[in-house]
């Protein structure tokens, strides 16, 4: 008998021809996620991929745990794995009743058998009716519920016979690396990391730029990012951060442009800078954390003008979302505890009192142009860092 887990694929399991190839990117996927616990197997049948430790001594809820943060993955179930003759299938269907009697004595239950191996001598609604026959007889204080059973026992017989009650929720999506690349724009707040998760999640591998503002913003404030960056790779794999040096052109904005635009002018040079290192690492898009009305810098008006910026798309995925959703997600992945930490983005440094809500591009795109940021463009970009961050 061997432990394993079988890994339900998300949506891959819609994608016709091209599955095979998706799945091959979420097994890269996994064992890089699986490789500080050991070395695995797998094996793809199906809609099912088997995830085996080469030593049966692996940790299988470490294992259990890692998979919950890879994308593509619908859920997983530890199950045990034995020779599919009918006397070790009942047997181990003992053994996992005998845990769950151990849990509750008084629990409901159904059978559900699935049977790829058409040549088995017993069907699925045989298996279902003649193990769920065996189980009554020998636990006398459980009951057969069809429609609404607390333990759902089943039955997989393929190469083997695979059983299990458990079925982990995971993370859902698509495998990172299936959509390409894109660059998120990250600061040290709430929302970017929440955007690039869900970015990561249908499939884009992500960088991201980091722009900061010695002596204006501190070096904790920066190790924030680094932190945040971290925690969304336990997710999206391997991210490249740049780190740019953004205090020289926020100190000419502040100095020669109305104070008024000076918010949506950084906004714009941010974004022109991150298309240019993403245009060099290959990514065709770039990610922000913007949500519709949040503040005057997300505003229709304001994000029609950072947008003439640029001509990658942009994503948003929290466009549409209130900022206690946003606080919930970030929460649910981890990132909320280092976002709140209360060190300066360089975006709220240098906040005018008033900014313009309903900027006009063409006023922005005069005031801009009375100031030559061409060089200080070159300048950031050249002196920028580079971190990779697993
Ligand atoms: P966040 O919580 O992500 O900081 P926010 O609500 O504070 O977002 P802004 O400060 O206006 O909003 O920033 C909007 C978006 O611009 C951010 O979500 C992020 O994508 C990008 N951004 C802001 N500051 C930086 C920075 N210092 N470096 C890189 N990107 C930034
Ligand atoms: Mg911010």
Redesign the pocket.
């Known amino acids: 008998m061997r432990e394993i887990v079988l890994i339900k694929n998300g949506e891959l399991a819609l994608k016709g021809l091209n599955r095979s190839s998706f799945e091959d990117v979420l097994i890269k996927n996994m064992r890089r996620h699986l490789a500080p616990l050991g070395t695995f197997q797998f094996t793809k049948s199906q809609s099912t991929i088997m995830v085996e430790p080469e030593d049966p001594d692996t940790d299988l809820d470490d294992t259990v745990d890692a998979l919950t943060r890879v994308f593509g993955i619908h859920s997983v179930s530890p199950a045990l794995a034995v020779d599919k003759d009918w006397q070790s299938v009942c047997s181990t269907a003992y053994m996992l009743m005998d845990k769950e009697i151990e849990k509750n004595p008084n629990f409901s239950f159904k059978v559900f058998a699935r049977r790829s191996d058409k040549h088995y001598f017993m069907n699925s609604d045989g298996i279902n009716r003649e193990l769920g026959h065996l189980i009554l007889e020998r636990y006398p204080s459980v009951r057969v519920d069809i429609h609404k059973p607390e333990v759902s026992l089943s039955v997989e017989i393929r190469d083997r016979a695979y059983l299990y009650c458990e079925e982990i929720p995971c993370a859902n999506g698509m495998p990172v690396g299936t959509a390409g690349r894109a660059t ?10 929440v ?1 690039g998760y869900m970015m990561a999640k249908r499939g884009l591998i992500l960088s991201a ?4 503002s010695y002596p204006y913003t501190s070096e904790r404030a920066r190790d924030k990012v680094v932190d945040l960056t971290r925690l969304l790779s336990r997710y999206a794999g391997p991210i490249r951060l740049h780190l740019v040096p ?1 205090t020289d052109i926020q100190m000419t904005i502040y100095e020669q442009c109305p104070s008024k635009e000076t918010t949506v002018i950084m ?1 714009r040079l ?1 974004m022109k800078i ?1 298309q240019r290192i993403a245009e060099k690492e290959g990514a065709r898009a770039l ?5 519709l009305g ?2 005057a ?2 505003t229709l008006e304001s994000l029609c003008v950072t947008n003439d910026a640029v001509t990658m798309p942009v994503f948003r995925p929290l466009i549409g979302f209130d900022k206690d959703d946003i606080m919930d997600l970030s929460r649910k992945i981890g990132t909320y505890e280092t ?1 709140i930490l209360p060190y300066e ?4 440094v240098f906040v005018p009192k008033h900014p313009v809500t309903k900027p006009v591009l063409e006023d922005l795109r005069a005031s801009e142009a009375k100031v030559d940021f061409s060089e200080m463009i070159e300048h950031a970009i050249s002196d920028s860092e580079l971190m990779i961050i697993k």
């Open positions: 998120l724009l990250i600061s040290g707040g709430i929302d970017s990391p955007a730029v980091h722009f900061y953004f906004r941010m991150a990610i922000t954390g913007e949500a949040q503040v810098s997300q976002s983005d360089c975006c709220t």
